[in-house]
């Protein structure tokens, strides 16, 4: 992943799997790996409008516990895992769940 590397709105080509109502976050990629679910997505930045970092994130759904992840925001580069937009990412995944099944092709084995 880049390090600190905003992205415009029209450099994310992908079509999301999941959009956040207010279309600040979009998550493009989900991957269930046992225990674990890992998701990649955007969220706009709060400082700079029409942003969006990249996140890209592992949680256990049981305890909904992060594991690991990276972001391209200052926040993460300066003090590390977790920061705010990985939490954004799986709490709108958390979220629309009810979208999703094991059948579901945006699931990946």
């Given amino acids: 992943m880049e390090s600190r ?7 994310i080509l992908e079509k999301p799997l999941i959009m956040s109502r207010d279309k600040t976050t979009r998550i493009f990629g989900i991957e269930s790996t046992g225990r674990e679910m890992s ?6 930045s709060e400082s700079r409008k029409d942003s969006f970092h990249r996140v890209e994130v592992t949680y256990l759904p049981a305890s909904m516990h992060l594991a690991s992840g990276t972001c391209s925001c ?26 999703f099944d094991n059948k579901n092709e945006a699931y990946s084995k």
């Fill in 39 to 44: 998701l990649k997505g955007y969220v706009e």
């Fill in 74 to 99: 200052e926040a993460y580069q300066f003090y590390g895992f977790p920061c705010k937009h990985m939490e954004r990412v799986r709490n709108v995944y958390v979220k629309n769940l009810k979208r």
């Fill in 5 to 11: 590397r905003l992205f415009l709105l029209d450099e």
